[in-house]
């Protein structure tokens, strides 16, 4: 019987050595964008309890925590600003404020870690009293009207010296509108990461309570879509490409990898994977209680975005994988 089977696939796994020379795919540290969250104040490191190992920091203490992300070998973060109810208004006014907290604290990174890519968030929520990703009037998200303030947003965010945005609102045509605002002012070499598929999804709750930005209202469905579509990524991924966008991002990533091997095998730019805050507290509440390997499983989520198509991967995890990658070698 053994005889005749010509083709034994097991040979090629026969030893270490063999499994990681043919192996299709690896992690490594560039793949990585960490996000991290921001708030106004001086000395804090703020647990966000449903992430843990994640905190809200002042700009002095995100300085500090630089100094091993960047150890570590990330080269590129995504900042979130935490802002009190007082600041926000229906227009998201205050993120465009020249001194507001969060253009410091990009201005702050930069002159600190010029090497550093800063990656921004282009979205009205976390100055919305509304808590939406758009301006809204009669409880409906106005699209037109939101790309102006995007613009504006988009705009002072390149000023403050971020190197990449990320629209996350997913309003209709807001890639073409800030390409063409950050044109206009001077920022053509200022990427833009579009958040191409961003779904309606249940798994952004632990950054909602990081953020204190949840809907007050309603909730995000007509403009973010719905987890039954892969189809419509097609077309939301050509409009991205026409527009202008440098990356495609498919969020959540875990559960619509599917959509990132669709957006890869279509598109011939980079796509993004955001690996979320759900995904990333289910991994450590399970780790916590000792039913899964915490690190195992980890590496093997990052991976499968990986084997998926995604070349980017956003990820809480982006610390714990670089020193896995680090002990590992
Ligand atoms: C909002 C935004 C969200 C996330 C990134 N940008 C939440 C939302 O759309 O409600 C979620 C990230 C995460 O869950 O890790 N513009």
């Not at 050595?17 to 104040?41: K, T, W």
């Not at 080269?75 to 998201?92: M, Q």
């Not at 600190?112 to 809204?136: C, E, I, K, Q």
């Not at 063409?180 to 920022?187: I, N, T, V, W």
């Amino acid at each position: 019987m053994s005889d005749l089977l010509t083709r034994r696939p097991r040979r090629n796994r026969k030893s270490a050595a063999i499994r990681e020379m043919i192996a299709e795919n690896h992690l490594r540290v560039s793949d990585f964008i960490y996000p991290m969250f921001i708030q106004e104040g001086e000395g804090v490191q703020h647990p966000i309890p449903s992430m843990p190992g994640i905190f809200r920091y002042s700009i002095d203490t995100l300085l500090e925590e630089l100094v091993s992300v960047t150890d570590l070998g990330i080269s590129t973060i995504c900042l979130f600003p935490h802002y009190p109810d007082e600041k926000k208004d229906r227009l998201a006014t205050e993120s465009i404020q020249p001194d507001t907290l969060y253009l410091r604290a990009i201005r702050a990174v930069k002159a600190r870690f010029p090497d550093l890519m800063v990656m921004t968030d282009v979205a009205m929520d976390p100055y919305s009293s509304d808590g939406h990703d758009g301006l809204v009037q009669d409880g409906a998200i106005l699209n037109d009207e939101t790309l102006e303030i995007l613009g504006k947003m988009a705009v002072a965010q390149a000023e403050a010296g971020a190197d990449i945005l990320g629209p996350s609102d997913m309003m209709d045509g807001r890639v073409g509108y800030l390409r063409s605002k950050l044109d206009q002012a001077g920022f053509n070499q200022v990427s833009i990461m579009s958040y191409t598929a961003k779904y309606a999804s249940a798994f952004y709750g632990p950054f909602r309570d990081a953020l204190s930005s949840a809907p007050k209202f309603g909730d995000k469905k007509t403009y973010q879509m719905n987890p039954a579509n892969q189809q419509e990524a097609l077309v939301e991924g050509e409009l991205d490409m026409m527009e202008g966008a440098d990356f495609l991002m498919v969020k959540p990533a875990l559960s619509y990898l599917d959509v990132i091997q669709t957006l890869h095998t279509h598109f011939p730019i980079p796509i993004a994977a955001y690996n979320v805050s759900g995904e990333y507290a289910m991994i450590k509440a399970a780790g916590e209680k000792g039913w899964v390997d915490e690190k195992k499983v980890m590496m093997e989520v990052l991976l499968s975005m990986k084997r998926a198509g995604a070349s980017v991967i956003l990820t809480y995890f982006a610390k714990d994988a670089a020193k896995f990658l680090k002990d590992s070698n």
